[in-house]
C-alpha cells in the first residue's frame, strides 16, 4: 500500500477546517470538513479525527464495520454534548468519510458530502453519496441529475456529524484488486472537479501519488479555490 495527502485551505477561506487521519499500518483513512460559526466546524473536525485516531488501538481486533460504527457514534455524541455546554459551539458539526482497509476489502463509513471515489483502468466509481438538499431534491424528482452540482441545494447539509445525539451512518464496502486507488476528498475538490477530470489527473501525473494529490489541488485552486481542499490518495 502506498499514501499520499495534502490539505490546503484554499483562496478564500481565512482557516482551515478539515481535518484528515492517515494511519497506513491500520488501513484507516479519515476526511472531516466542519461546519458552524466561530471555531466551530475546526473544532469538530478536529474532534472527530481525535475520538477516532484514540480508538483505534482497538481496530486490529475489531471488525472494521463495527469499529467505525462505535468510534463514529461515539464522536457524533462527544462533538454534540461539547456543542450543548458552549454557545460558541453551538450547531458545530463536520462531515465525516472514514475507510478502512484490511488485505483487499474496503469499508466506508459516511455521513455528509466528504467523498470516496475508486480509480482503477476501468475508470472511476463514487462509493458515498452526498448527504445534501440537492441530493435529496433529486431522488424526489425536483431536480435532474445535471443540476445537482450547480444547484443552490447542493451546499446545503441534510445529515452531519455532531448536530444531533444520534446520527444515521451509511456504510457501503468493495474488494480492490492491485494497482487500483483510492481518492477521499473534501467537497472543496469534488465541487469544483467534475469525475472525469479527477481521472484524467491520475492518468496524467502518474509519476507517483503525491502528484497526484499536488495536481488535484493545483486544479481545484485554478477553478477559484472556494473552499477548503483534503485530499487522501491510497494505491493498493
Known sequence: MKTA???DIGLIRKRNEDSFLLKESLGLFVVCDGMGGHSGGDTASKM???IIDEM????QSSEPLSFLQEAIMKANLDIWEMAQNNTELF????TITAAVLRENRLTVANI???????INSNGISKLTQDHTLAVEMYENGLLNIDEIRDSGYNHILTRALGIEPNVKIDF???TLSQGDKVLLC???LSDLLHE???????????KGLQDIANKLLENALGKGGHDNITIIVIEI
Not at 450547531?91 to 463536520?94: N, R
Not at 455528509?112 to 475508486?118: A, E, N
Not at 472525469?196 to 502518474?206: D, K, Q, R, W
Open 5 to 7: 495527502v495534502i490539505s
Open 48 to 50: 472527530a479525527v481525535e
Open 56 to 59: 483505534s488501538e482497538i481496530l
Open 91 to 94: 450547531e458545530m458539526g463536520t
Open 112 to 118: 455528509g458530502d466528504s467523498s470516496l471515489f475508486i
Open 172 to 174: 457501503v464496502s468493495e
Open 186 to 188: 473534501s467537497d472543496g
Open 196 to 206: 472525469e477530470e479527477i481521472l484524467s489527473a491520475f492518468f496524467e501525473y502518474n
